[in-house]
C-alpha cells in the first residue's frame, strides 16, 4: 500500500499494513484499522456508504463524520488508485485487493 500527500511518496507506519477497506456490493462501506493501532484511541471499525458518481469516475464516501468524494485514478482488478484534496493538499492513495465480486449493482471493487 503507498500513498502520497502533494506529489510527495508518504512512507506507511507499520501499523497501517494491517488495516483493511471493504466496499461492499450493497454499498456499505467498512475501514477495519486491525490489530496494531497507530494511536491508543483509534477506532476499531469506521461504517458508512460509498457509491460510484460522475459516470463511475468518482467514488463518493460517507463515513465516520466524514462526507468525501474522489478521483478514480485507476481501477483494474487487483487494485485502486485514488485522489482527494485535503487540508494537506492532494491525497492519493494505492489500495491493493485480495478478493473481488461483481454484481450488476457493483461496478467496481467489493468485497
Avoid at 485535503?86 to 478478493?99: H, P, Y
Wanted: proline fraction near 1%; include cysteine; charge should be negative.
Amino acid at each position: 500500500m503507498a500513498g502520497s500527500v502533494g506529489g510527495l511518496e508518504e512512507s506507511l507506519s507499520d501499523c497501517d499494513f494491517d488495516d483493511r477497506y471493504y466496499y461492499r456490493s450493497d454499498g456499505t462501506y467498512e475501514y477495519n484499522n486491525g490489530a496494531e493501532k497507530c494511536f491508543s484511541d483509534d477506532p476499531e471499525e469506521v461504517i458508512g456508504t460509498w457509491e460510484l458518481t460522475d459516470d463511475g469516475n468518482k467514488i463518493h464516501i460517507v463515513a465516520g463524520g466524514d462526507d468525501r468524494n474522489v478521483d478514480i485514478i485507476e481501477l483494474t482488478e487487483t487494485r485502486l488508485v485514488w485522489e482527494t484534496s485535503s487540508f494537506l493538499g492532494t491525497l492519493r492513495q494505492e489500495l491493493l485487493f485480495l478478493l473481488m465480486i461483481f454484481t450488476n449493482k457493483c461496478q467496481m471493487i467489493c468485497f
